[in-house]
């Protein structure tokens, strides 16, 4: 018999298409009453076939969509693609109607097995890009520049004024159109459509043999014209020849409205997953629950939504619907009404109100019966025992490692970013930088599923897969300085069994490489990952004697490596020596380093007075020492002074200023409270020639543009006063200008009680410490 795609009749009439738009609520509400109408002796749904044993789980008390079946090559799990289902997803209603009511309920798209093989794209079976758009082409006919508004007049606003009497009315007129569009536009720029159609209808000449004339078929509203043309079995067959395969497993997994979203990349997606989901989902006056669930939203962020204004948005929305001639209120009209009435016409609050309603953050839930890769299951189990429930909506998480539970917290997401699942992403920790203290940003994203996978060829667990992973790559690094942040991920991650094989592969690459800057590269990380000793209970003498051992190297290669530089390697030659002055402090206080601190200086010594080191490495040097309190402010006074001589060229002396009073060490503060310095630099800048001042003018912003806006503020105030305001004596006797004569003392008493109780001190803290 012929298939049906519309029309009176019985579920004996022959198979029912019922061409959808995915993830419509108008398509899925049109699908529920066309099988309550009809009641066929089975459903048919686009997806792929390997799932039909899945599909009793979409049964589940656990299973909370939206959700999305997963595919992955076994031999590749890289190689995956998901079929996302939303409660407002026409397959997934036609799925669970079948399920209640005991109809027999299969897939019927190319197996996940030919489509991983024909694509090596990470895309779901719906999300591939069409060359021809139906929806867009359909609404310009109608007249409609925007297709997403002609979609809700014609389908989703269909059932304003009461659904039709045949309820397979819509289907046919979808059918109809999308003959006459594939009879204009051939496969619409996707030949592998043929392919998937070809096995679409051999699965449903089975169903029929199995079933009898009386199934549905519930797919893209594209491909019913290809259900319903007459083709042979030999020449379907013929199409599907040849196609590679591999091996592919399935599951369910979680999914999000974001994920939905087309923005987010998604071929098949919707401009609003949480919009559509709202118009599913309310029972009726499905305007007046939207504008109260924004005036909530928009409540919890202390804006004023007052009761009156819910009830004038909703009138507004109604009014200008109306004016446009539209069956219902559609997403721009409320758009528009909460604009006006309850956001004052700013698209800021507009903003949120569309992240977290008109999109939304909802992550569906999948029963624990749902198979997955053992690696998967032991993330679950963890995730549940730390309590650190995966979210959709990015959140921070501040952990305290003396905590037990927040130490294990922070080792399995360092784990698990070694893994290449990166749930978490370190973030700048808010008042504390010591080593006690991590914080993190979290976000789930259904592609974790995919990269758990990727990730379990190293292993059944979290930690087993890690330290196997950590080994491998040590072994196979390509670098010293991927060692040795590899060795700091190791400590991070509480990997004991891979650090040795981590510290064998650093000790030979330490001892063979002789490049200055390579070893430089290696030191921070090494200095770093010392300090996680006492916190994280890891013995660290084995990277102590690596990391001095290089640090002394780097003692010895560092000056002649700074020499006769261009602007770029001078640049890279500077964040090196920032670098290894830091680690050496962190270095300081070990065992080993006895001595250290002081070659470094030496070294530092020699960098800020010979004359073939770049500037701005002089400058850097300089100021290191001063800071150290290891050079007189005297002497680097007089450094500066060489330095901004008039003999200099102005190009070599504004790198000197970029080295001395650049970065982030409180330059700016330097010259605000040093009278002499900031002199210098007074009068060099007055007397560069002007032909030249141009040239050095982009060095001198970059410099001074990263002061914080009040030491700006202040050094253009002690300039502006110049040389003759009343001040406190400096080093020399001479006055800083902007301060006054003498110290008061009464002031300076006043902040004692705060230190006391900042510092924890019992006894009265010395006036000095005020000072």
């Given at each position: 018999m012929t298939p049906r795609t519309a029309g009176a009749?019985?579920?004996?009439?022959?198979?029912?298409?019922?061409?959808?738009?995915?993830?419509?609520?108008?398509?899925?509400?049109?699908?529920?009453?066309?099988?309550?109408?009809?009641?066929?002796?089975?459903?048919?749904?686009?997806?792929?076939?390997?799932?039909?044993?899945?599909?009793?789980?979409?049964?589940?008390?656990g299973m909370r969509p939206p959700v999305a079946l997963l595919a992955?090559?076994?031999?590749?799990?890289?190689?995956?693609?998901?079929?996302?289902?939303?409660?407002?997803?026409?397959?997934?209603?036609?799925?669970?109607?079948?399920?209640?009511?005991?109809?027999?309920?299969?897939?019927?798209?190319?197996?996940?097995?030919?489509?991983?093989?024909?694509?090596?794209?990470?895309?779901?079976?719906?999300?591939?890009?069409?060359?021809?758009?139906?929806?867009?082409?359909l609404a310009g006919t109608a007249g409609y520049d925007d297709p997403e508004r002609w979609w809700e007049d014609v389908v989703e606003h269909r059932a304003a004024d009461g659904e039709p009497a045949d309820p397979r009315t819509p289907f046919a007129a979808l059918a109809e159109a999308m003959t006459a569009l594939r009879e204009a536009h051939g496969d619409g720029g996707h030949p592998q459509d043929a392919v998937r159609e070809a096995y679409m209808r051999l699965r449903l000449r089975a169903a029929r043999k199995e079933f009898g004339d009386g199934v549905a078929v519930v797919c893209g509203a594209w491909h019913v014209p290809a259900?319903?043309?007459?083709?042979?079995?030999?020449?379907?067959?013929?199409?599907?020849?040849?196609?590679?395969?591999v091996k592919a497993e399935l599951t369910w997994v979680p999914w999000t409205h974001r994920r939905l979203a087309?923005?987010?990349?998604?071929?098949?997606?919707?401009?609003?997953?949480?919009?559509?989901?709202?118009?599913?989902?309310?029972?009726?006056?499905?305007?007046?629950?939207?504008?109260?669930?924004?005036?909530?939203?928009?409540?919890?962020?202390?804006?004023?939504?007052?009761s009156a204004d819910v009830i004038e948005a909703v009138r507004l929305a109604g009014t200008l619907a109306a004016l446009r001639g539209r069956p219902a209120v559609g997403l721009g009209e409320a758009t528009d009404a909460?604009?006006?009435?309850?956001?004052?016409?700013?698209?800021?609050?507009?903003?949120l109100v569309r992240d977290r309603l008109v999109v939304g953050e909802i992550l569906g839930e999948?029963?624990?019966?749902?198979?997955?890769?053992?690696?998967?299951?032991?993330?679950?189990?963890?995730?549940?025992?730390?309590?650190?429930?995966?979210?959709?909506?990015?959140?921070?998480?501040?952990?305290?490692?003396?905590?037990?539970?927040?130490?294990?917290?922070?080792?399995?997401?360092?784990?698990?970013?070694?893994?290449?699942?990166?749930?978490?992403?370190?973030?700048?920790?808010?008042?504390?930088?010591?080593?006690?203290?991590?914080?993190?940003?979290?976000?789930?994203?259904?592609?974790?599923?995919?990269?758990?996978?990727?990730?379990?060829?190293?292993?059944?667990?979290?930690?087993?897969?890690?330290?196997a992973r950590a080994e491998s790559e040590a072994v196979s690094a390509s670098s010293l300085a991927g060692v040795t942040v590899l060795a700091e991920q190791c400590l991070l991650a509480g990997l004991p069994e891979a650090l040795p094989v981590v510290m064998r592969a650093l000790a030979d690459r330490a001892a063979l490489d002789a490049d200055v800057g390579h070893l430089a590269d290696a030191l921070p990380a090494l200095a770093r990952s010392l300090r996680y000793g006492d916190v994280r209970s890891t013995d660290t003498s084995a990277l102590e004697e690596v990391a001095v051992g290089l640090a002394e190297r780097v003692c010895v290669g560092l000056p002649p490596a700074c020499t006769a530089l261009d602007a770029d390697a001078a640049a890279e030659a500077l964040r090196r020596v920032d670098g290894v002055h830091t680690a050496i402090a962190l270095l300081a206080g070990t065992v080993r380093a006895d001595g250290l601190p002081e070659r470094w200086a030496a070294v530092l010594h020699r960098l800020s007075t010979r004359g073939r080191v770049a500037g701005v490495i002089r400058g850097r040097a300089t100021r290191l020492l001063l800071d150290d309190g290891r050079l007189a402010g005297s002497e680097a006074a007089r450094l500066m002074g060489l330095a901004l001589s008039p003999g200099t060229a102005p190009a070599d002396a504004a790198s000197w200023i970029e080295g001395f009073v650049g970065g982030a060490g409180g330059g700016g503060l330097l010259l605000v409270h040093d009278e002499a310095l900031l002199g210098l630099v007074d009068t060099w800048l007055t007397?560069?020639?002007?032909?030249?001042?141009?040239?050095?003018?982009?060095?001198?912003?970059?410099?001074?543009?990263?002061?914080?806006?009040g030491v700006r503020r202040t050094l253009g105030e002690l300039v502006r006063r110049g040389p003759d305001a009343g001040g406190t004596r400096g080093e020399g006797g001479a006055t800083a200008p902007g301060f006054g004569g003498v110290l008061d003392e009464a002031r300076a008493d006043a902040v004692v009680p705060v230190l006391r109780l900042l510092l924890g001190a019992e006894e009265p803290v010395p006036r000095t410490a005020a000072r």
């Open positions: 009749g019985t579920a004996a009439d022959g198979p029912l298409l019922l061409g959808v738009r995915h993830h419509g609520p108008g398509s899925a509400r049109a699908v529920l009453a066309a099988l309550e109408s009809v009641r066929p002796s089975a459903v048919l749904v686009e997806g792929p076939p390997e799932g039909d044993a899945l599909l009793p789980l979409a049964a589940h008390g992955h090559a076994v031999d590749d799990p890289g190689r995956a693609a998901f079929w996302p289902m939303a409660d407002f997803s026409p397959e997934w209603v036609a799925i669970r109607w079948a399920l209640t009511h005991g109809v027999p309920v299969r897939f019927v798209d190319l197996p996940a097995a030919h489509s991983l093989a024909l694509t090596d794209r990470q895309e779901s079976g719906q999300a591939k890009d069409r060359g021809v758009d139906p929806i867009g082409i259900l319903a043309a007459r083709t042979t079995v030999a020449a379907d067959r013929a199409l599907l020849k040849g196609i590679p395969k087309r923005h987010s990349g998604y071929g098949a997606g919707i401009e609003s997953p949480g919009w559509y989901g709202h118009l599913f989902a309310a029972p009726d006056r499905p305007v007046e629950r939207w504008m109260t669930k924004v005036a909530g939203l928009l409540r919890g962020t202390d804006r004023t939504v007052s909460v604009r006006a009435v309850m956001c004052g016409g700013s698209d800021v609050p507009l903003a999948v029963p624990d019966v749902a198979p997955a890769v053992p690696l998967q299951r032991d993330l679950d189990r963890q995730q549940r025992s730390l309590r650190l429930r995966p979210e959709a909506e990015g959140r921070e998480l501040e952990l305290d490692l003396r905590k037990d539970t927040d130490a294990a917290r922070s080792r399995l997401l360092h784990r698990l970013r070694l893994l290449g699942v990166d749930w978490g992403e370190p973030a700048a920790g808010r008042g504390s930088t010591g080593t006690f203290r991590e914080s993190w940003r979290l976000r789930w994203e259904p592609e974790l599923f995919v990269r758990t996978a990727e990730a379990g060829v190293w292993g059944t667990t979290v930690l087993g897969a890690a330290t007397g560069i020639p002007a032909d030249t001042f141009t040239d050095v003018l982009p060095l001198l912003r970059r410099t001074f543009s990263a002061y914080e806006p």
